[in-house]
């Protein structure tokens, strides 16, 4: 079964300098990878989806992810954090199979982020 | 459209009681879920619905029952509360997955926190 590994529950990073979350997948099959954030109080919120097309991802709030095969790895970036980008972020996996129930999350890991 | 609404927001139970958590969604979805999130594990998948009187148990289903009696509606019962089940609980929905390289978005609601003692 697939599964998804968030390194680091807490990031910290200073207003204006590089979000770096990382994340590595398992799964026996090509997959589907997502990173999902949630505000405080609130549900979660996609922020982008890879699902097979390029593997440079561009998604909401200027965050993107890169898929990398090789790395099993799927790292969400943003060049310059702003405060407002202080939440928890959930990667996410599916398989390609038509199965509605497969996606698994990540433990999450919460951004900080200091004036 | 509202999009996923659920109620309540915020329930304290007593061990042994029951108590139903209310989920709707206004976009035809045929797909719904529960998640329970608790801190450090994520969202664990609790039940979910491919379709009105279609339900089936995800990965923690124990101590909780739902039905699907119309696309738009997917109550999730605690039959009898233990501290166990304190946690925030989350429902979604999104259309059912299509042959073809992409997945759609699943929709989450706000979320019901419970508290059991």
Redo the contacts between chains.
Sequence with gaps: AQSVTQLG?HVSVSEGALVLLRCNYSSSVPP?LFW?VQYP??????LL?Y???ATLVKGINGFEAEFKKSETSFHLTKPSAHMSDAAEY?CAV?D??????D?R????TRLTVKP | NAGVTQTPKFQVLKTGQSMTLQCAQDMNHEYMSWYRQDPGMGLRLIHYSVGAGITDQGEVPNGYNVSRSTTEDFPLRLLSAAPSQTSVYFCASSRLPRLGPSRDTQYFGPGTRLTVL
Excluded at chain 1, 96 to 101: I, K, V
Excluded at chain 1, 105 to 108: C, K, P, R, V
């Design positions: 529950s589907y999902y109080n609130q549900g979660l919120q996609l989806k699902t097979s097309a959930f599916s390609r199979s038509l199965r509605a129930n996606m999350f990540g433990a999450g």
